[in-house]
């Protein structure tokens, strides 16, 4: 039972699962995810680290970059079902909506220092 109250107190606040939401639809670093959300680094980190530790998200350093994506969900059939699931869920939520239509103007190349 451990493991699923830890995924879903991970998903329990709205930045995170807008972080996941994100995270469907490329690999962002840090630095894209802050500005999406409209957030300070430390917040943006302290979430992906909520979301690392869930096993709901995955990063790789790529040079200057720390590269964040969503897990596979092979270690935890919680965090599968899920982001199975959080495929298909609240993209009707106009929220959601405008997040997406930003997201393909936010670059690392223009706003980190990398």
Excluded at 90 to 100: C, F, Q, R, S
Aim: charged content about 25%.
């Amino acid at each position: 039972m451990r493991d699923f109250i830890k995924v879903m107190k991970a998903l329990s606040d709205p930045n995170r699962v807008k972080m996941i939401k994100l995270l469907q639809r490329r690999v962002l670093c840090v630095c894209e995810i802050q500005m999406s959300l409209g957030l300070a680094q430390s917040t943006a980190s302290k979430h992906l680290k909520i979301l690392e530790e869930a096993g709901l998200i995955t990063y790789e350093k790529d040079g200057p970059w720390v590269n964040y994506r969503l897990a596979d969900g092979s270690r935890n059939p919680y965090v599968a079902s899920l982001l199975g699931n959080l495929r298909h869920w609240l993209e009707d939520e106009a929220e959601i909506g405008t997040l997406m239509g930003k997201l393909p103007e936010i670059r690392r190349e223009t706003i980190c220092a990398g």
